[in-house]
């Protein structure tokens, strides 16, 4: 099976700053990879799909790259409702898998 | 508007069964892939199943042989049927719709399932 190393497993930062998340699968897996946001209590958000694709409706802070093992979210300018956990999904093939997750913490 | 909405959870003792239940509003459950994935209580996500549109199916390593994914195309609905279970599949089971490469875009609120005696 396919392993998701994420990267940090928490973070502090304030708002306004850049924050990068990292995922590396343990074999490739071309661009088959999702970024999700959960927040206590609810069920995730999908924010990023295909490595790079940006889900309708998601603010374009949010950037993902990255193809093959390694990949990249990306959010420019951290706002207050980003604070957050964020987990990598692959789905290249089965079983899937998802990271750690990071948890996004307010400085 | 896509609703999906859990239900069936609940306190179940080691070794019995349950089965999970995932209605469909605004999407036909048998066009699209769906997936199951799980979160124990502060763990992270985890992937338990999809069916295909098709009716192909797989499962995580964690539960194969016990859990079987299943729909109801007249009822728009999917199921998890849950045999054999053990404290360590105590989680909030959730349901997505699947369009792969990582794109799981609607997800039901959740249904706990706690396995205690």
């Known amino acids: 099976a396919i392993q998701m190393t994420q990267s940090p497993s928490s973070l502090s930062a304030s708002v306004g700053d850049r924050v990068t998340i990292t995922c590396r699968a343990s074999q490739g897996i071309r661009n088959d990879l999702g970024w999700y946001q959960q927040k206590p209590g609810k069920a995730p958000k999908l924010l990023i799909y295909a490595a790079s694709i940006l889900q309708s409706g998601v603010p374009s802070r949010f950037s993902g790259s990255g193809s093959g093992t390694d990949f990249t979210l990306t959010i420019s300018s951290l706002q207050p409702e980003d604070f957050a956990t964020y987990y990598c999904?692959?789905?290249?093939?089965?079983?899937?898998?998802f990271g750690q997750g990071t948890k996004v913490e307010i400085k | 508007e896509v609703q999906l909405v859990e239900s069936g959870g609940g306190l179940v003792q080691p070794g019995g069964s349950l089965r999970l239940s995932c209605a469909a509003s605004g999407l036909t459950v048998s066009d699209n892939y769906m997936s199951w994935v799980r979160q124990a209580p502060g763990k992270g996500l985890e992937w338990v199943s999809i069916?295909?549109?098709?009716?192909?199916?797989f499962y995580a390593d964690s539960v194969k042989g016990r859990f079987t994914i299943s729909r109801h195309n007249s009822e728009n609905t999917l199921y998890l049927q849950m045999n054999n279970l053990t404290p360590e599949d105590t989680a909030v089971y959730y349901c997505a719709r699947d369009l792969r490469s990582g794109r799981k875009d609607y997800w039901g609120q959740g249904t706990r399932v706690t396995v205690s005696s």
């Open positions: 069916i295909y549109s098709g009716g192909t199916t």
């Open positions: 999904l692959h789905d290249y093939n089965y079983p899937a898998s």
